[in-house]
């Protein structure tokens, strides 16, 4: 079931190192996304990878 599908939202929290911030903060600036919108994203590549 994709996630978006789900009545239930949940917030967490997600450490990540300086670098890898200023990587999402980037991309998400070029692709116009909030920085969990991009990290869903990233979820749902991963969970349809085969």
Do not use: N, Y
Request: proline share 6%; charged share 30%; with cysteine.
């Amino acid at each position: 079931m994709p996630l978006s599908d789900h009545a239930i939202k949940m917030r967490t929290i997600v450490d990540l190192p300086e670098a890898e911030r200023a990587q999402l903060d980037a991309l998400c600036r070029q692709r116009g996304l909030s920085r969990a919108e991009a990290l869903r994203q990233a979820l749902r590549l991963e969970w349809d990878a085969p």
